[in-house]
């Protein structure tokens, strides 16, 4: 069973940054596409991103592409999310998710078993 936790929210302005990390435990996340989620209050779960399990491929929506970038560190068991020129439309509750090999389409939330808990992120205009 893989763990998920989630670090690296908090409050900052619009324009600013933040870097989230999922740090994961009970199994190496090195065979496993990793995401990160955001939902915001009344509204649906949305991907914002997405890096195979070597890294070398990735997927971004266009509401964050150019501003957020995932990177993941397998030797630390980690992945990242950089969040740079934050709006206050990306205020929302970010979840890391761990897809096993061959669960379906990484874009969509059900294909991931595996999920941390949250932490919130809250860009003030």
């Known amino acids: 069973q893989v763990q998920l936790v989630e670090s690296g929210g908090g409050l900052v302005q619009a324009g600013g940054s933040l870097r989230l990390s999922c740090a994961a435990s009970?199994?190496?996340?090195?065979?496993?596409?990793m995401a990160w989620f955001r939902q915001a209050p009344g509204k649906e779960r949305e991907l914002v991103a997405v890096?195979?399990?070597?890294?070398?491929?990735?997927y971004y929506p266009d509401s964050v592409k150019g501003r957020f970038t995932i990177s993941r560190d397998n030797a630390k068991n980690t992945v990242y999310l950089t969040m740079n020129s934050l709006k206050p439309e990306d205020t929302a509750v970010y979840c890391c998710?761990?897809?096993?090999?061959?669960?379906?389409?990484?874009?969509?939330?059900?294909?991931?078993?595996?999920w941390g808990q949250g932490t919130q992120v809250t860009v003030s205009s």
């Open positions: 998710a761990a897809r096993e090999p061959n669960s379906g389409s990484w874009l969509y939330a059900t294909s991931y078993a595996h």
């Open positions: 009970g199994r190496t996340l090195s065979t496993y596409a």
């Open positions: 890096i195979s399990w070597s890294g070398g491929s990735t």
